[in-house]
Nanobody, 126 residues
Framework: VQLQACGGGTVRPGGSLRLSCAAS????????MGWFRQTSGSEREFVAA????????HYTDSSKGRFTISRVTAKNTVYLQMNSLEIEDTGVYYC????????????????????WGQGTQVTVSS
């Protein structure tokens, strides 16, 4: 399984970006997908997740209302639309695949995921 993440860049506070994560080697519709952010010297932290089999989405208090995780099954791709970006959103964003179906609490734990993309840098700066 390979995950290819892209779409990062540099934006001003209040701006938007859309990240994409395209998968090959496995159909995403059978699994759960997550987005995580990592800054220098910190652990990867959960941003959002999509439970494919259940069609449910999950966010942190910070990302809820500003970010939207979605998918296009035909393209085997998951997206993270990020609006109203803040300086604190800066980091390397990783998409990840968890085989099967996880309970919600496990979606927030990096160790619950089986495969990871290479990361894409998001910088929010004035």
């Amino acid at each position: 399984v390979q995950l290819q993440a892209c779409g990062g860049g540099t934006v001003r506070p209040g701006g938007s970006l859309r990240l994409s994560c395209a998968a090959s080697g496995q159909e995403l519709r059978l699994n759960d997908m997550g987005w995580f952010r990592q800054t220098s010297g910190s652990e990867r932290e959960f941003v959002a997740a999509f439970r494919w089999n259940r069609g449910s989405t999950h966010y942190t208090d910070s990302s809820k209302g500003r970010f939207t995780i979605s998918r296009v099954t035909a393209k085997n791709t998951v997206y993270l639309q990020m609006n109203s970006l803040e300086i604190e959103d800066t980091g390397v964003y990783y998409c990840a695949l968890a085989e099967g179906d996880r309970i919600v609490s496990l979606l927030k734990i990096p160790g619950s995921y089986n495969y990871w993309g290479q990361g894409t840098q998001v910088t929010v700066s004035s």
